[in-house]
């Protein structure tokens, strides 16, 4: 939980300095004011079983959208702008064996790809019964216009894996930052 508190707080830091500052520190005109703000949070409505290796999460409850770039059918976020963007991704391995799953506990690698390429990777791994783990990545990325971003499972999976409001929701966001 620590560990997307301060990715939280990291967020929002970045988020009030871009929103401030433009690219060379000074104060932005009104004409770079007027950009049109990229921003989604997506994350699955219910625990869900482990993902076959390279198959994609596609989630599917779209909480934010500005700019339209998730595509909620694919899982696939299309930047609709060039900039600087940074993206988060959590996925929460459940400690019990839940209905559907492989009987296993939760165990799974969640990379981030731009356009096809591992940009940042993410590991939940739970051992025992009732040793859930959650996994947080974060990067900034430069980004061009029509420029893929998904989640991916590097591995098979194994288990089960939370998106609850008590467990912790397994989820994605980005927002474009300059």
């Not at 019990?96 to 990379?111: D, I, K, L, R």
Request: net charge negative; aromatic share 14%; hydrophobic share 35%.
């Amino acid at each position: 939980m620590k560990t997307i508190a301060l990715v939280c707080v990291a967020i929002y830091l970045i988020f009030s300095l871009a929103s401030s500052l433009c690219y060379h520190g000074s104060y932005r005109t009104s004409e770079e004011s007027s950009v049109v703000p990229v921003a989604f949070y997506v994350y699955y409505s219910r625990t869900f079983k482990a993902l076959q290796q390279n198959q994609p999460f596609i989630f599917d409850v779209v909480e934010t959208n500005y700019g339209n770039g998730y595509d909620k059918n694919t899982g696939v976020f299309t930047a609709p702008s060039a900039g600087l963007y940074a993206f988060s991704w959590t996925i929460h391995a459940a400690g019990t064996h839940q209905a559907g799953s492989s009987g296993q506990y939760g165990e799974m690698v969640a990379v981030l790809e731009q356009n096809g390429v591992a940009k940042g990777s993410i590991y939940a791994d739970t051992e025992t019964e009732y040793d859930d783990d959650s996994g947080t990545g974060f990067v900034i990325l430069a980004v061009s216009t029509r420029d893929t971003f998904q989640i991916v499972s590097q591995t098979e999976g194994q288990g089960a894996f939370y998106s609850t409001m008590s467990n912790g929701k397994t989820s994605f966001s980005g927002f474009r930052i300059a």
